[in-house]
């Protein structure tokens, strides 16, 4: 097992037009979240799975983002009509199962830059 | 107000000069402390987890401390390879039972 992974790392796209972002969490990791980080901050809430089921979204998920879990294996997020603001590091976290407070372990990023 | 304070925001050390980050928080019903190191470009890298008061835990130069109120990161004679953002995060049962709430991060640079 070789950890969060995460693809593509890097996405340049032009404003308005709609990316999505895949993350394989570690095996038998039934807990994954989705994190935003910009520069000089860090890594904000965005959602959280529990297996397929999406239990949280954070209020900076606005209706032109949407995340996935399917078969609770792997996620996506998908950004539809990027804005210049949605310019962010997108990072993806996963949990094993077991006691709510164990440590995550995040995978190494997209890159989103809008045009 | 922000839950989690980490300081200073940038700390610039000589190869071996030992010193200590910091990170506050303000949440009640703490469920656990993390601390992660970042380097430039990449995702958070799990260091430690505290969950009470008095606990301590070591890795290498590493030392990581907690108090009811905020948590230290003690880097013992550190080398240039330890520069990186070390960032800080609560699980708290006052808000959400899933999330980590982070902090800024203080970047950490080690000169040869």
């Known amino acids: 097992d070789t950890g969060v992974s995460q693809d593509p790392r890097h996405k340049i796209t032009k404003r308005g037009q709609n990316v999505t972002f895949r993350c394989d969490p570690i095996s038998e990791h039934n807990r994954l979240y989705w994190y935003r980080q910009t520069l000089g901050q860090g890594p904000e809430f965005l959602t959280y799975f529990q297996n397929e089921a999406q239990l949280e979204k954070s209020r900076l998920l606005s209706d032109r983002f949407s995340a996935e879990r399917p078969k609770g294996s792997f996620s996506t997020l998908e950004i539809q009509r990027t804005e210049q603001g949605d310019s962010a590091m997108y990072l993806c976290?996963?949990?094993?199962?077991?006691?709510?407070?164990?440590?995550?372990?995040f995978g190494q990023g997209t890159r989103l830059t809008v045009v | 107000e922000d839950q989690v304070t980490q300081s200073p925001e940038a700390l610039r050390l000589q190869e071996g000069e030992s010193s200590s980050l910091n990170c506050s928080y303000t949440?009640?019903?703490?469920?656990?402390l993390f601390w992660y190191r970042q380097d430039p470009g990449k995702g958070p890298e799990f260091l430690f987890t505290?969950?009470?008061a008095g606990e301590e835990k070591e890795k290498e130069r590493l030392k990581a401390t907690l108090t009811k109120k905020e948590s230290f990161l003690h880097i013992t004679a550190p080398k240039p390879e330890d520069s990186a953002t070390y960032l800080c995060?609560?699980?708290?049962?006052?808000?959400?039972?899933?999330?980590?709430?982070f902090g800024k991060g203080t970047l950490l640079t080690v000169n040869p």
């Open positions: 976290a996963s949990r094993a199962p077991g006691a709510m407070n164990t440590e995550a372990f």
């Open positions: 505290l969950y009470s």
């Open positions: 995060a609560v699980q708290y049962s006052g808000g959400s039972n899933y999330k980590l709430t």
């Open positions: 949440v009640s019903g703490l469920r656990g």
